[in-house]
């Protein structure tokens, strides 16, 4: 109670209030930021790092992927509402319509074991790559190594509502479409069309990941996602932040 109430304090008295998405500008502004005094200035990341030329052929010979096969990838912790127990079940109970779809998995959590245990009980163990943590200098690959990202968490999870995971830019930089269902602070950032698909729940990640691959739309999709954080280098987001602090300033 305390936190917030000197949260609204900071807010209400501030000369300026910066934001790194939409989503916690809201925020901002709920707990009485004066909108005319806020401004969004957007999420970094390393182009450098994260670019469509990253080549992910040496991951998918590493865990067996073919290159007929159509890869959806997660990484980060795994929580129990990430919605990643959902999307293997779907993918079993409908092995012969999903036969081409495989998931790729780094990471570790609370879910690890529940996730193991569906790969076994299921006989998934071509289909369900879990590898555990990566180092974070091999993510790139990984995620070029993908066709599809994804972001299934479950959609009522209170502390999903308003978060705009770092790895989404991650995702979009390399050029991969992104599923996600549909959290409200990923839907105000990223709108419609630019490289973020909408699932209702995580089971239906599947079947989106199935429709945009029989279309031949990946491509498409990828094209857009990268479009759309081209300009989020840093050195962009640093110049717009020392710029609107010279703006502010006297």
């Not at 004066?34 to 998918?60: M, Q, Y």
């Not at 067996?64 to 159509?70: A, L, P, Q, S, V």
């Not at 972001?151 to 996600?180: F, S, T, W």
Request: aromatic share 8%; hydrophobic share 40%.
């Amino acid at each position: 109670m305390l936190g917030r109430v000197l949260e609204k304090q900071t807010l209400r008295n501030s000369v300026k209030v910066i934001a790194i998405n939409k989503k916690l500008l809201d925020y901002t502004i709920s707990l009485g930021a004066k909108p005319e005094d806020t401004s969004v200035i957007g999420a970094g990341i390393d182009l450098d790092r994260f670019n469509p030329g990253v080549d992910g052929a040496a991951v998918r010979s590493a865990y067996g992927i073919r290159n007929d096969e159509t890869v959806l990838f997660f990484m980060g912790w795994l929580y129990h509402f990430s919605g990643l127990k959902e999307v293997a079940l779907e993918i079993a109970r409908s092995r012969n319509r999903y036969r081409n779809l495989k998931i790729l998995i780094v990471g570790d959590g609370d879910a690890l074991s529940d996730l193991q245990q569906i790969r076994d009980e299921y006989q998934l163990g071509d289909t369900l790559i879990l590898t555990g943590k990566q180092p974070y200098d091999k993510i790139p690959e990984f995620i070029a190594a993908s066709d599809i990202c994804m972001l299934p968490a479950d959609p009522e999870e209170k502390i999903m509502q308003d978060i705009v995971p770092i790895k989404m830019y991650e995702y979009l930089a390399l050029g991969k479409p992104v599923i996600c269902t549909r959290l409200p602070g990923i839907m105000r950032e990223f709108g419609e069309g630019n490289g973020v698909l909408y699932a209702d729940s995580p089971k239906m990640v599947p079947e989106t990941a199935y429709t945009i691959a029989a279309n031949q739309s990946i491509g498409n999709y990828g094209n857009s996602a990268r479009l759309f954080v081209q300009n989020l280098d840093w050195n962009t987001i640093t110049n717009t932040f020392e710029q609107t602090l010279r703006d502010t300033v006297p």
